[in-house]
């Protein structure tokens, strides 16, 4: 999956760079969207990101690209996506979340056998 995002003015600090949280919380975001979709009967928490490292600045106007997928194994209760975000064909980010499959009480369950397998391959 991809995804876009315009930096803009309210995504900077004082010193005219991407304020890192604001990249977090994307890549939190779109990378939920991937897992969503994915396993579609399937509620999703972030449990972790792994290594945090930005690599190149990011200012306003530029426009992000986030390419995520599924990274590794599917477990019994949670799924990695890895996301790598490019300026052009730059990569200034990249980190691997992990998700857990969640109950309506917040304790893990299952992902199901039945999607285990990706909706577009049904």
Sequence with gaps: MENHKLVMPSDLNHHGYLFGG???????????????????????????MDKVEFRKPVRQGDILRFSI???????????????????????V????????NVDQMGKKRRIKEDTEQPLNSR
Aim: with cysteine; glycine share 6%; proline share 2%.
């Design 22 to 48: 604001k990249m977090l919380s994307w890549v939190d975001e779109y990378a939920w969207m991937a897992a969503s979709l994915e396993y579609r009967p399937c509620h999703f928490v972030t449990i972790g």
């Design 69 to 91: 997928t599924r990274h590794g194994q599917v477990h019994k209760t949670s799924v990695k996506y890895l996301v790598v975000v490019y300026i052009g064909e730059v990569d």
């Design 93 to 100: 980010f990249s980190t691997i979340v992990t998700f857990v």
